[in-house]
């Protein structure tokens, strides 16, 4: 089922203990540790009010994997979901450890000196003495995120030294990065100490990120997907998965939903993936991509020839006095 380069990535059955729950197969990171597939994610301007319930009612269906960061604002509602699903044993969990929680470093905080710092701080929002998984959000540092003006040269090397602190602490059982080019992975790579566990990146079948895919394949770096639906409806997003006349047209001959497809097409690629939904119907509908079905081979001829292009772009960390003075830089031309 994996692409060709990806089959190191080793999917198991994550023990799902509820007899309705679909099991959400794992991957087994470079740690050791295993990571579910499917991830529920938090990233959202319009996350409501109830998030927390939402949560739950995702782990009570099965989800274990819970995707959050300092920049979506979201860790404390994560948090307090974490400790009502084990409280109440929503799913058959029992404790912390049945959870998976991954956060991701602030732009603010991107600086040697202050990751640590940063990464308690994310740990006392949530709740928890230790992330599963902990991020660099991007390969940018700055005050201010949104001011270009703050914005300084990422210093790759001091920071990635903070994250290999933070997994020598126990306070984050995995390190990775976010956002991060093939380029920027190799150099990457080439100095840590600690290999970073995973990429994280825009990922589906309308950017379908082959060199990020082959250079972390090469190393046993997972790849995860953020917008595997393209962000549609997003101000950034793009309508290549949701309005892809080849996506309708495989998902009418599955009978299955376009984003049930589009989702599927990412796990068979043998890259993880994390998807927003707080329609708790939805929710369902992306744990049933894992049941009693698959693409066909002429299914994913079709799906290759949708035409790529980056829909995060993230011009607003570009800038002509900034470290980033194009796209080309910031993505070393894989736009």
Known sequence: MAAAGDDDLQLQHAAVPTATAIPIPCVTLNTGHAMPVLGFGTGSSRAPADLPDTIV???RLGYRHLDTAAMYGTEPAVGVAVAEAVRSGAGGISSREDLFVTSKLGIPDARPGRVVPALRESLARLGVDYLDLFLVHWPVAGDNPADKSTHTEFDMEGVWRGMEECHRLGLARSVGVSN????????????????PAVNQVELNVGWRQEKVREVCARHGVVVAAYSPLGAYGASWGSDAVMHSGVMHHVAAAKAKTVAQVALRWVYEQGVCFVARSFNKERLKHNM?????????????AMIATIPQKRACQGDYFVSPDGPYKSLEELWDGEI
Not at 182 to 193: P, S, Y
Not at 288 to 300: A, Q, T
């Open 57 to 59: 009612h995702a782990v």
């Open 180 to 195: 991060f080019s093939a380029a920027k992975m190799e150099r990457l790579l080439a100095l840590a100490a600690v290999a």
């Open 288 to 300: 049933d991509i894992f049941v009693d079905w698959e693409l066909s081979d002429e299914d994913k």
